[in-house]
């Protein structure tokens, strides 16, 4: 039987995980009787609950089409460049991709990041134009657009000769004619098993064993799970293997536990072995890691892993110490923080951990800050309590000059006509560089600019108002370029509690008319919490707990009943854009509060006289 490795590549919410449903489905994957969930293969509770792919994941099906029986793996990729991480790592696994790209949008600025790693490495790509039947697609213009991305990002002649398929994820149909209707996804099926090349490593599946790791997971019956696809030789249960790193330096040794080969959403083990080609999952190492090379005793040299993009946004994780600390979490100590956070940059190899010289707080880097937010929306979800500064771009310097160096983002952003002045006008002012500008139909304009990283932290709120929520803006990491010198990004004042205890109504009520709240009646607050927006410019102190003063003296009208406006609440990657240099988010299991660094008042008033 025959094997072809692929993944599915796209920018985010052009429906590559919906596709992999039609695919498992038509497969014969899911029995009759069997549930099939939506969106099978986002399977932990935040990807469902964002609607966003965020690990890579792997599947396989059997297609008996026109060239016989084939096995097909499918790795289905998050759409994200925050997540890129995880893309880069994949490709190396696979010998051809399927490019989807919606052919309403068009090509966005993830389609393009993701697209140059896949031809970096030499895959065959196939071009998906997905969602043909929505009311504004215009498959040729995508199609057009898509050649003119590969030709402008160094695509090879056998490269840009790539076939075309147009589709419908969700009803499930392909076809290579838009004029002859097709009721299945027979023809893409079919255009996979004869444009993807058979994996190269079956020729070498006499040779001594060796896999690359490129995912890894623990499970709490086999301990740790390497992913990876086999190099050469069988990796049979038993088999002594050891462990290399990527200089050849030997890890561990140990024994294969179990081989685990994926069969449609499940893992089955395979007892007689697994052959080159085969993406499978390993049991039995302790220390391995990502980018290590398992192999048998007699190997001795490494395979070369893919090298991986620098973070570019960082923030500090430290123990949380305000007054309503370790009330809500159990897992407060800054050495359970410190293993929590290592555990995470050892799977995912985007993430990087160091340690501050203050002791209990940690540098965690990354990609962005939806990837930051994903990581401590997970350990808030496990029971942490933590709080977190504001994210910083990470600067490097240039070799040759010594002068410091910013990343750079290729933003790309769809709005309403009306709004485009106020956007330009908005990003100008933190130092973007408009690239071009032009109608995308539907009374909508597309503004591609250049733009610092750092001037685009706490930008997507505003970037929300100023559209009335209709604006979508889209951004990639592209480079890095000279600093661009100091931006003026000024945020409102904030109110700050003054003392603790529980919120007011009677006090909030008063202080509407100061500006917007954050907390409702009935909260706890303590010393130094931020509980509003001022509606100025400056800081101020507030006491929302005083209550109403009660005399018995009878009024002669009835008290006007006290309605408050319901608080502003903010989502915790709100929250991380929103916080200034002097502040920090506190999160907890239940609640997530922003504060200053400095309760006490007296403090941070002669700290400003110092600075």
Request: glycine share 8%; proline share 5%; hydrophobic share 40%.
């Amino acid at each position: 039987m025959s094997m072809r490795n692929i993944a599915i590549i796209a920018h985010v919410d052009h429906g590559k995980t919906t596709l992999v449903d039609q695919l498992l489905a038509q497969s014969g994957v899911f029995r009759a009787n069997e549930a099939t969930t939506e969106r099978a293969m986002d399977s932990n509770d935040q990807e469902r609950e964002r609607g966003i792919t965020i690990l890579a994941k792997c599947t396989s099906v059997l297609w008996n089409g026109e060239a016989g029986e084939t096995r097909i793996n499918i790795i289905d990729t998050p759409g994200h460049a925050d997540f890129g991480g995880e893309v880069e790592r994949i490709l190396g696994m696979v010998d051809g991709c399927v490019l989807l790209i919606d052919a309403e949008e068009g090509v966005m600025p993830q389609t393009k990041f993701v697209l140059t790693k896949a031809l970096k490495m030499g895959l065959k790509p196939i071009l998906c134009i997905n969602k043909v039947d929505r009311a504004h697609a215009d498959p040729d213009r995508v199609h057009n657009a898509a050649f003119d991305l590969f030709a402008a990002i160094g695509a090879t002649d056998e490269q840009l000769d790539f076939p075309h398929i147009y589709a419908s994820g969700r009803a499930g149909w392909a076809t290579l004619d838009m004029n002859v209707p097709s009721d299945n996804l027979g023809p893409l099926f079919d255009l996979i098993v004869r444009h993807v090349p058979e994996p190269k490593q079956i020729a070498k599946k006499d040779e001594p064993f060796q896999i690359l790791n490129v995912l890894i997971e623990s499970d709490p019956f086999l301990g740790r799970l390497l992913t990876g696809r086999i190099e050469s030789g069988k990796a049979v249960p038993g088999m002594a293997i050891h462990a290399l790193d990527r200089n050849g330096k030997e890890i561990e040794r140990g024994r294969i536990t179990k081989v685990l080969a994926f069969r449609g959403l499940k893992r089955q083990p395979v007892d007689e072995g697994a052959e080159a080609g085969d993406i499978v999952a390993i049991a039995g190492m302790s220390k391995a890691t990502v980018a290590d090379t398992l192999c048998a005793m007699e190997v001795t040299e490494a395979l070369p892993a893919q090298p991986i993009d620098p973070p570019t946004i960082s923030m500090t994780v430290s123990v949380n110490d305000s007054p309503l600390a370790g009330r809500e979490g159990d897992k407060v100590q800054s050495r359970v923080i410190r293993d929590r956070l290592l555990k995470e940059a050892e799977s995912n190899v985007a993430i990087k951990v160091t340690e501050t010289s203050e002791g209990d707080a940690y540098e965690v880097s990354g990609r962005g800050e939806l990837q930051l937010g994903v990581l401590i929306e997970n350990m808030r979800r496990e029971g942490f309590e933590v709080s977190i500064s504001r994210p910083r771009v990470v600067f490097q310097n240039d070799p040759e000059t010594g002068k410091r160096m910013e990343p750079m983002e290729d933003v790309m952003i769809d709005v309403d006509d009306e709004f485009s002045g106020i956007v330009i006008e908005k990003l100008s002012l933190r130092k973007a560089e408009l690239k071009d500008m032009g109608p995308s139909g539907a009374g909508k304009t597309r503004i591609q600019l250049t733009a610092p990283s750092r001037s685009l932290i706490g930008y997507q709120g505003e970037f929300l108002t100023d559209t009335r929520g209709s604006g979508v803006l889209n951004r990639v990491f592209s480079h890095y370029e000279g600093y661009k010198g100091a931006i003026d990004q000024q945020r409102k004042g904030v109110l700050i509690s003054n003392s603790d205890g529980e919120t007011a109504a009677y006090a909030l009520w008063n202080l509407e008319e100061r500006g917007t709240m954050f907390v409702g009646a009935g909260e706890k607050t303590y010393l130094g919490m931020i509980i509003g927006e001022n509606a100025r410019q400056d800081d101020m102190d507030v006491n929302p707990m005083k209550a109403k003063q009660l005399t018995n003296v009878r009024a002669s009208g009835k008290d006007e009943s006290i309605r408050l406006t319901p608080p502003r609440k903010m989502t915790l990657e709100q929250a991380i854009a929103y916080i200034e240099e002097d502040e920090l988010v506190e999160v907890t299991p239940k609640n997530i509060r922003l504060r200053k660094q400095i309760l006490n008042p007296s403090f941070r008033k002669k700290r400003v006289k110092e600075d």
